[in-house]
């Protein structure tokens, strides 16, 4: 699998007004859209460095609505097209998927994965978003470090509305690989992960520790814990380490 990330516009040159809060403003798609141009440059880069190349995925960074994911779609088609009709090498076929980092959007999963071929969690950013502490921030990054409850509401529904769709949902981030809620992913149906290599030995030894069925009676009793104390205790008592 050939996954090619659509970077973001460059909105602070030439006459980009400067926002007051640029991590909740035109960022990812958002910038991409409103720089159709620079939108177009990207998806032609990527459809024909694709050329001969079997299982090329877009994903598309920062998806807040259907809409958002649409008119990359669109855009997609129309480039691939045009390539076709100027004689142009290009990608016959790719997938796409939006990155899930506003809450908003995986909210509402299941629409975005009508238009999608899967979806990548990003779930650092989303839970930051969602506990509104950024995980950067020293004064707050024990709120964005919280066992929230919500957290893992929010994955397990994520996860049942992709299965009803049989579209599947990628995990990506540092929290994708932690030892202590790996066994949750897994419990509420997780089975894509997208880890840095370092922490690969961590996840394996993980996952050969707990049966399937162990991870699903832990899942259950996290989706049961009212508070963050409660979700900690549910999580040390299986992985004690």
């Not at 991590?23 to 177009?40: E, F």
């Not at 076929?93 to 975005?112: F, K, W």
């Not at 202590?180 to 897994?186: G, H, K, N, T």
């Amino acid at each position: 699998l050939a996954a090619a990330n659509l970077a973001p516009a460059n909105l602070a040159s030439g006459d980009a007004p400067v926002e007051r809060n640029p991590a909740l403003g035109a960022r990812g798609v958002r910038g991409l859209l409103a720089q159709q141009d620079v939108l177009r440059l990207q998806l032609r880069a990527i459809l024909r460095a694709a050329a001969g190349v079997p299982d090329v995925s877009v994903l598309v960074p920062f998806v807040t609505t259907v809409v958002d994911l649409q008119r990359v779609k669109a855009a997609l088609l129309e480039e691939r097209v045009a390539l076709k009709k100027a004689g142009v090498p290009c990608a016959a076929d790719t997938r796409l998927a939006p990155i899930l980092e506003v809450p908003a959007a995986a909210m509402s999963v299941g629409a975005l994965l009508d238009e999608a071929d899967f979806a990548v969690v990003a779930l650092d950013d989303l839970q930051a978003h969602l506990l509104a502490a950024d995980r950067d921030n020293a004064a707050v990054r024990g709120y964005h470090e919280l066992v929230h409850p919500a957290v893992f509401e929010l994955l397990a529904r994520m996860q049942k509305d992709a299965e009803r769709r049989h579209k599947p949902l990628v995990l990506f981030g540092e929290s994708a690989a932690d030892r202590l809620r790996v066994p949750f992913y897994l419990g509420v149906g997780y089975r894509s992960f997208s880890i840095a290599p370092v922490r690969l030995r961590t996840v394996l030894e993980t996952l050969g520790r707990h049966t399937v069925e162990e991870c699903r009676k832990l899942a259950a009793r996290i989706l049961e814990a009212p508070r963050t104390v409660d979700v900690q205790k549910v999580l040390l008592s299986l992985d004690p380490a």
